[in-house]
């Protein structure tokens, strides 16, 4: 696990979400005292305002982004000392881009297990530049490596960590997400010909502002919140015209209630709300516009939702989602942390209301706290929540992240204690090497996306800001 120097960061107000980057921009973007946004850079490149413009990438052949020779190193130029922040104000949460100190560039090493796992999903991308949710095992650049597919159950079985054919552009997404939580884009040393290839095949994917792969609506802001994280990132533009028509795309996909549904016309669900938020929130964050109404009605949505204290439906006909229970286990509150999320996310409660807290209590319950074992692991979940209980903060943060913490890193392959013991400790040797085995029975997506989602997690320490003070009344803006 990596943690990042703290940073102060000038805060007049704003909305929640997630990046990081040494050495590249990162951006927070207030509300000022006349409504107007104001974007305020961070140690690094300056403000994207400030910068040079980025040279374009050649879209010459059609809408494809074209390879680039690798740059030559260049000296480091010596940092600014920056000027002493003013004491912050306190309001809303602050939604930073890129603020996350990538130790690995500063020193000319990559740190152990967060490295561990951008080196896997390096060596198993497609050469067409997707992830392959089903096939990925195909894709291995590991010639030579024992390949053991699981450790728990299954052992050795090739379908075991197998996902869904048609899951390709949520895998992909994720996993482009997970590079650029450790500080990269495409236009970075180290990982920019993987990122620019995923981005490339992306770009293909789309067509009016809809990815005609995806399977949903959970799938399109994926890959909608994958492009404005590269955009806000690189400062790109032709990123610019994908963002804006992903983001239009999912607006007019919104409900008359206030919400998003799973499928265009579906009735709207906080999962799929959540998920849309935090794209659209992206965007607006990097710098692009997003038809305010979007939002309409949303308030409402959340409300409808939150029946009784600590209370929350999936959905104003469902109260628990259509997968609820399974092999005989029941689901820990997923519904709860995505509405925590959006609730946060945008403005509608701050994260000491009531109305947070009391759902907060609910997930750290001991049936609902991170644990490695059958029918409780829990990826998606585990993302969700952990976003929701860093905003919270306090104790309830300390008790939520220990669990989660050493449930993910003791059991990253490579580094459990049953390859320590047979000797897979390099990439060389175990296929899997800086994965997570895809032990989620409610996780359909296989390898690919459970290592992305974990990853995305341990990444959340130095992904967000806090705007909060804490239980003790210090500011605390990183874990």
């Known amino acids: 696990m990596i943690h990042s120097s703290h940073r102060k960061l000038l805060i007049v107000a704003a909305v929640v979400l997630l990046l990081g980057a040494a050495g590249a921009v990162y951006v927070v973007t207030q509300t000022g005292e006349q409504g107007n946004d104001v974007r305020v850079a961070g140690t690094g490149c300056g403000s994207l305002d400030d910068m040079p413009a980025p040279e374009p990438l050649d879209t010459a052949n059609d809408h494809r982004m074209l390879d680039v020779v690798e740059p030559a190193d260049e000296p480091e130029a010596e940092a600014p000392v920056p000027e002493p922040a003013p004491e912050p104000v306190y309001g809303e949460p602050v939604y930073v881009t890129g603020a996350y100190n990538n130790p690995g560039r500063e020193h000319g090493k990559k740190p152990g297990q967060a490295f561990a796992t951008l080196e896997w999903l390096k060596d198993h991308q497609n050469e067409a530049g997707y992830w392959s949710a089903a096939d990925f095992g195909k894709n291995s650049g590991r010639e030579g490596a024992a390949a053991t597919h699981a450790l728990d159950e299954d052992y050795g079985d090739a379908t075991a960590d197998a996902g869904a054919w048609d899951g390709d552009l949520g895998v992909t997404s994720l996993a482009l997400l997970t590079f650029l939580g450790a500080g ?59 963002v804006e028509s992903a983001a239009a795309y999912l607006v007019k996909q919104r409900m008359p209630d206030g919400g998003w549904g799973e499928f265009a016309g579906a009735e709207a669900d906080i999962i799929s709300t959540a998920y849309v938020v935090g794209a659209l929130k992206s965007a607006s964050i990097s710098g692009l516009e997003v038809d305010k109404l979007a939002y309409e009605r949303l308030g409402d949505f959340l409300d409808s939702l939150a029946t009784a204290p600590g209370v929350t439906r999936y959905s104003t006909l469902r109260l628990d989602p259509p997968v609820g229970e399974k092999d005989g286990f029941t689901r820990a509150p997923v519904a709860t942390a995505a509405w925590m999320v959006t609730a946060i996310l945008t403005g509608r409660h701050k994260a000491k209301d009531k109305e947070i807290t009391d759902r907060a209590d609910l997930l750290l319950r001991e049936e609902n706290l991170p644990k490695w074992e059958r029918g409780r692991i829990d990826y998606a979940y585990w993302w969700l929540a952990t976003q929701a209980m860093y905003q919270v903060g306090g104790g309830r943060w300390n008790t939520w992240q220990k669990p989660m913490s050493e449930a993910l890193v003791a059991h990253q392959r490579g580094y459990s204690e049953t390859d320590k013991k047979q000797g897979w400790d390099g990439a060389d040797k175990l296929d899997e090497h800086g994965s997570w085995d895809a032990a989620d029975i409610w996780n359909l997506d296989g390898r690919v996306s459970t290592t992305a989602l974990a990853n995305l997690c341990l990444q959340t320490y130095y992904r967000y800001a806090r705007l909060e003070k804490d239980h003790e009344g210090k500011l605390t803006q990183r874990g």
Do not use: C
């Open 184 to 242: 990269y884009d495409h236009k970075s040393l180290d990982y920019f010909r993987v990122m620019r290839k995923a981005l490339i095949w992306m770009r293909e994917q789309q067509r009016d502002g809809e990815f005609i792969n995806a399977r949903g609506t959970r799938d399109q802001a994926l890959a909608t919140l994958a492009f404005a994280e590269s955009y806000g990132m690189s400062g790109d533009p032709v990123l610019k015209k994908n």
